[in-house]
């Protein structure tokens, strides 16, 4: 495929994820609650992974390209395509979102100390801060490449990695929808941190740092556990 068909698809499918994901809580949170949100961003990417694996591998995510590019299954030349793609497709998901919802509030934008879902400021209970923010998405991060790679691996079981994939996915926003909204994805966190500005921009770093170091991580120790002298460079 070429890469701008590649990269079309990586919009495409970034663009359901944010719109799915995202949508899912600022559309019907208070219907579907943190279980509901937590399978809608599953769904997306198993769907998805359906729908365009065969044309750009179904990234949707700068940190899934990093950490397959330090798995040595993906070519560093071409990490700036995915990632301009995939930011531009959160980006106009949620520019989606606002337009479509009644109130988009923060649009479920990623947020950590005062900013995290957890933050009770009438009882002034303690919250999640940078600290625990960090180690959160990054160690979440890291089990989802574990997950990508593994199941991904040509000599497994072929045909179901979507399926493990989403619910790999649906598990982490499970455990880590409380902390920070979970981000596990810079370009997922972008595009509603743009719309939202102010806090959401100037905490943003962290949703690009930690899931880029946890993803480069994983795909360090994959390659160490599991060899593959045919895996492309």
């Known amino acids: ?64 390209t990093a950490g397959l590019v330090a798995g040595g299954r993906f070519k560093m030349s071409e990490v700036l395509p995915y990632v301009v793609a995939q930011v531009a497709g959160a980006v106009a998901a949620a520019a989606a979102i606002k337009g479509i919802a009644l109130d988009a509030g923060t649009l479920a934008a990623n947020g950590f100390g005062a900013h995290s879902p957890s933050y009770t400021p009438v009882t002034g209970a303690p919250t999640y801060g940078a600290g625990a923010a960090f180690a959160a998405e990054a160690l979440l991060t ?19 990695a979507p399926i493990a ?38 905490q943003l770093w962290l949703f690009w740092v930690a899931p880029i170091v946890g993803a ?3 795909g360090a120790v994959y390659k160490f556990m599991a060899p593959d002298d045919k895996a492309a460079a």
């Open 1 to 64: 495929m070429s890469m701008s068909k590649r990269a079309t698809a990586e919009f495409v499918g970034t663009f359901w994820l944010v719109f799915g994901g995202c949508g899912s809580a600022v559309l019907a949170g208070h219907m579907i609650g943190v279980p509901g949100i937590a399978l809608a961003f599953g769904l997306t990417v198993l769907t998805m992974a359906y729908a365009i694996g065969h044309i750009s591998g179904c990234h949707l995510n700068p940190a899934v």
């Open 142 to 160: 890291f089990f989802f490449l574990i997950i990508i790679l593994g199941s991904t691996d040509r000599r497994a079981p072929a045909g179901f």
């Open 165 to 202: 994939i989403g619910l790999g996915l649906t598990l982490i926003h499970l455990i880590g929808i409380p902390v920070t909204n979970l981000s596990v994805n810079p370009a997922r966190s972008t595009g509603p941190a743009l719309l939202v500005g102010g806090w959401a921009v100037e």
């Open 216 to 218: 480069v991580a994983a």
